[in-house]
Structures are given as C-alpha cells and as structure tokens.
C-alpha cells in the first residue's frame, strides 16, 4: 500500500490558499516605516562612526610615515657642520646654504626651523643641544647630544597634533 507523505498539500489546497492571501494593508506598510525609521538612524551612525575611525587610523599611519621619512633624513645628515669639537653655535644653515632650501642641508641642526607641507600635513622641525640627563631642555651651547624633534600637525584638523622626538649623539 503507497503511503502519501503527510506534507504534500493538493492542488486544489494550494489553490486556497492563493486565493486566501491577501494583499499587505496600509497598516501593515506604516508598522514597517516606523520599525525602519526607529532602526536606520543608530544603524547609520554606528556605520559612520565606524568611517571616521578607519579615517583616523590612516591619517596617523600617513602622519608618522611623513614624520620618520623627514627624521630619517635628517638623521642620515653630518651631527654638525664641523667635523670636530667645538661644534657650531648657534645651530642652523651655515654660510652659503639657504634655510629654504633643504637640498642646500648637509647637517642634521640646518633643519632647525624647517617646514614642509605634505598630504594635508605641515612638518616642522626644532633642534637644539642637551644634556643627555634631561633630553627637553635646551643647553645654550655646543654638547655632545642634538635633539631632533618634528612636529605634525593636521591641517585638516582630523588627527591631533604630535612631535617625534630623536637624541642623536656625536
Ligand atoms: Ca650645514
Ligand atoms: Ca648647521
């Protein structure tokens, strides 16, 4: 004996059931605005809030990756103009190079001063001699020890400000 499975529904049961079914009602239509309307907004925000960080973690990267490319320039430069002690003061270009024109630079304290615009990003530079025991304080003479510091900031104000520092010595 063939057994029918239980699920099969007849044609003429499908049939009724189409028939059945009706449209969706204006009620209906306004319960799915007004769930949407409650739901797309945080959606939206966590969506864009989320934007705005990858925007920020790359405009770091592209900050400390222009900041370590002018350090390391610099620090690929002569300590000093002089080859030996006593080393120059004050620091800065020397005679016959122009402090606006970095290709003129051929040691690391020239930079002091410079400026540089990149990507949305404005580089300076400061150095100045210290005593390695207190690496932020300006020593009014010729040390052993230059600090290079490059400042960064954001023109487009999306990352704050930041320096990367480096002591090099002679
Ligand atoms: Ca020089
Ligand atoms: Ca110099």
């Known amino acids: 004996m063939m057994r029918r499975p239980a699920y099969r529904l007849s044609n003429m049961a499908i049939r009724e059931i189409i028939k059945g079914s009706r449209g969706i009602s204006l009620v209906e239509i306004l319960m799915v605005i007004v769930v949407m309307a409650i739901a797309i907004p945080p959606l939206?925000?966590?969506?864009?809030?989320g934007t705005v960080k990858i925007v920020d973690s790359e405009r770091r990267m592209v900050a400390l990756g222009l900041a370590q490319g002018l350090m390391e320039e610099i620090k690929s430069q002569h300590y000093d103009e002089k080859a030996a002690?006593?080393?120059?003061?004050?620091?800065?270009?020397?005679?016959?190079?122009?402090?606006?024109d970095k290709a003129t630079f051929d040691d690391m304290d020239d930079y002091d001063g410079w400026q540089e615009s990149?990507?949305?990003?404005?580089l300076s530079v400061t150095v100045f001699y210290v005593d390695p025991a207190?690496?932020?304080?300006?020593?009014?003479?010729?040390?052993?020890?230059?600090?290079?510091?490059?400042?960064?900031?954001?023109?487009?104000?999306?990352i704050?400000?930041?320096?990367?520092?480096?002591?090099?010595?002679?």
């Open 44 to 49: 939206i925000s966590f969506i864009g809030s």
């Open 85 to 100: 002690p006593p080393y120059s003061y004050p620091l800065g270009p020397d005679t016959g190079e122009n402090a606006g």
């Open 118 to 122: 990149s990507r949305g990003f404005t």
């Open 134 to 158: 207190d690496l932020n304080t300006m020593v009014p003479s010729e040390t052993l020890h230059k600090r290079i510091a490059v400042q960064v900031h954001d023109t487009y104000g999306t």
């Open 160 to 170: 704050d400000d930041f320096s990367l520092v480096t002591l090099v010595a002679a």
